[in-house]
C-alpha cells in the first residue's frame, strides 16, 4: 500500500488545529457560563432567598409525625450546619440541616432529636461550643434543663448527670420564657422563673457566681426575654415582650409593652453603674439584644403606635393599633446612644423603626444580627390584614450602622416572604454564617379552633449582599 508521507503530516497538522479550535471554544464556553452564572449572583439582590438552599430558599419540616412542633431557636456550627431547637407534643427537641438546606441525616434519626430534656418546654436557646458539641436549654413549668450533645446528636453524658445539668428552681412559670448564653470560656449562663444561674462547662452550679456560692441569683425581672454576654463577661439581660414559644397561643402578642436591659457583673450582682442603677429603659418590646464589635448593645423588639404618638415622632404611618420593628442603640454605659438615627429617630435620637403596611398586625420583631460590616438585621412577622392573628409572613429589615433603613436590602431595607402553604409564618430566631449569608428560623403552619397551631418549622436563607 503506497504511502503519501507530506500528506499524513497534513492531517496530522490540520487535526491538531481543529482540536486546538474546539478546545479554544469549549473554554469560551465555560468561561461564558460562568460569567452568566457570576452575572446572575450579582444581580440578585440583598434579601432575596438564596436559591442554592432548601427549595426556593426555605427549607420546611417537623420534628415527628406530629404536625404541632415549634422553633425558638437556631445556631450555626463552624462547618456552616444549621441546628435549630424547639419542641414537638412529647417535649424538646433539635434538628440540624446541611449548608444546602436539607435534613443531616448523620445527625440523630434522620436529622432529629427527639428528647424530654427532663424538663416540660421547648428548647430555648442553642449554642455550639468551639470542639463542635451542642449545647441546649430546655424550660417549662416544671423545671429547666441544660443538655449537651455530641456532633452526632447522642447524649454527652460527660456533662453534668447523664448529659444533663436540672435546676427546678429555674422554671419558667407562665409564659415559658427563659435564655441562655454561652460565655468565651466555657461556663453556660441561664435565666428562668426571675432568676439566673450560671453553669460550669461540666454541667455544674457555679460557685462564684449568684448568692452565697449558689450559681442562682435574682433577676430584676421575672420575665427574661434574651441575653448576651460582653467581652469582659459581664451580662445582659433583657425584659420586655419574645417570640411566642408555646404550642397554644398567638404568634402575635397584642399587648406590647415597653421593655428594659440590665447588666450584672461576672459574679451575678447587678451592676449599678450600668444606666441607672443598673437599668436603662427600652421604647421597644425588647425582645432580642446584640453587642457590636465597638460594645454598643442593640435592642430590638415590637413598638406600638400608641408610643409612637406619645413620643412626637415625625414621619411615622402607622394607623391606630399598628405595630412596627422598633430597634433602640445604647452606650457601654446604658445610656441610649442619640448618634443613632439622630432627629428622626425615636425622641432626639437613638431609635429606629421599619413599619410594614398597614395591616394589622403591621410588624412584630423577635430577633436581632449584627453583621460584620455593622449593619442591624431584624426579623420576626408582618401581618396579613386581619385581627385573628391567622395571616401573617416572614419579615425582615435591615438598618445601616446610623440607624436609617437599607435600601440596597429588599425592597426600601424590607423583606417579606409569605410562605404560601401555610397562613401563619414568624421568625423566631436570626443567625448569620461566616459568608455573610443570613438564616431565619421560625414556624408556619395554619391556625385551628381554639387558639392552637399546626405549626411545622421553616428555616429559610437569604442574600445580605
Not at 80 to 105: E, F, H, Q, W
Not at 157 to 175: D, E, H, M, R
Amino acid at each position: 500500500m503506497k504511502t503519501f508521507p507530506g500528506k499524513s503530516r497534513l492531517l496530522a497538522s490540520e487535526r491538531l488545529a481543529q482540536l486546538s479550535l474546539s478546545t479554544t471554544r469549549g473554554l469560551a464556553f465555560l468561561a461564558a457560563v460562568a460569567v452568566i452564572a457570576s452575572s446572575t449572583l450579582a444581580l440578585a439582590q440583598a434579601g432575596s432567598l438564596d436559591s442554592t438552599f432548601g427549595t426556593g430558599g426555605v427549607f420546611t419540616t417537623n420534628f415527628t409525625q406530629y404536625d404541632a412542633t415549634i422553633v425558638t431557636a437556631a445556631a450555626i456550627q463552624s462547618d456552616g450546619k444549621i441546628v435549630v431547637g424547639g419542641s414537638n407534643p412529647g417535649g424538646a427537641a433539635l434538628a440540624r440541616l446541611n449548608p444546602n438546606g436539607t435534613l443531616d441525616s448523620s445527625f440523630g434519626t434522620g436529622g432529629i432529636v427527639n428528647n424530654t430534656f427532663e424538663a416540660d418546654g421547648p428548647v430555648m436557646a442553642v449554642a455550639i461550643q468551639p470542639d463542635g458539641r451542642i449545647v441546649a436549654y430546655a424550660s417549662g413549668f416544671l423545671g429547666a434543663s441544660v443538655g449537651r450533645f455530641n456532633t452526632d446528636g447522642s447524649v454527652d453524658t460527660s456533662f453534668g448527670t447523664g448529659g444533663f445539668a436540672v435546676s427546678k428552681s429555674l422554671n419558667s412559670g407562665p409564659g415559658i420564657l427563659s435564655v441562655m448564653a454561652l460565655q468565651a470560656d466555657g461556663k453556660i449562663v441561664v435565666t428562668g422563673a426571675g432568676l439566673i444561674g450560671r453553669y460550669t462547662s461540666t454541667g455544674q452550679l457555679d460557685s462564684t457566681f449568684g448568692n452565697a456560692g449558689s450559681g442562682i441569683a435574682a433577676l430584676t425581672s421575672t420575665v427574661a426575654t434574651a441575653i448576651a454576654v460582653q467581652s469582659d463577661g459581664k451580662i445582659l439581660v433583657t425584659t420586655g415582650v419574645a417570640p411566642p414559644t408555646e404550642l397554644f397561643g398567638s404568634p402575635y402578642l397584642p399587648t406590647q409593652q415597653a421593655g428594659a436591659i440590665a447588666r450584672y457583673n461576672t459574679n451575678g450582682s447587678l451592676d449599678t453603674n450600668f444606666g441607672i442603677s443598673g437599668q436603662s429603659a427600652c421604647v421597644a418590646s425588647a425582645a432580642a439584644i446584640a453587642i457590636q464589635s465597638n460594645g454598643k448593645i442593640v435592642v430590638a423588639g415590637t413598638i406600638p403606635s400608641a408610643l409612637l404618638t406619645v413620643l412626637g415622632i415625625d414621619g411615622i404611618t402607622f394607623a391606630a393599633n399598628q405595630t412596627g420593628f422598633g430597634v433602640v442603640r445604647y452606650n457601654t454605659n446604658g445610656s441610649v446612644d442619640t448618634s443613632f438615627n439622630p432627629g428622626i429617630g425615636i425622641g432626639s435620637g437613638g431609635g429606629a423603626i421599619a413599619g410594614f403596611g398597614s395591616s394589622f398586625p403591621a410588624g412584630a420583631a423577635f430577633a436581632v444580627a449584627i453583621q460584620s460590616n455593622g449593619e442591624i438585621v431584624v426579623a420576626g412577622q408582618a401581618g396579613g390584614g386581619n385581627q385573628q392573628f391567622n395571616s401573617s409572613s416572614f419579615a425582615l429589615a435591615r438598618f445601616t450602622t446610623t440607624g436609617q433603613l437599607d435600601t440596597n436590602f429588599g425592597t426600601n431595607g424590607k423583606v417579606i416572604t409569605t410562605l404560601s402553604q401555610d397562613p401563619l409564618s414568624f421568625i423566631s430566631a436570626l443567625v448569620l454564617q461566616s459568608d455573610g449569608k443570613i438564616v431565619a428560623a421560625g414556624n408556619t403552619g395554619d391556625p385551628v379552633q381554639g387558639g392552637s397551631y399546626l405549626n411545622n418549622f421553616a428555616v429559610a436563607r437569604y442574600l445580605a449582599q
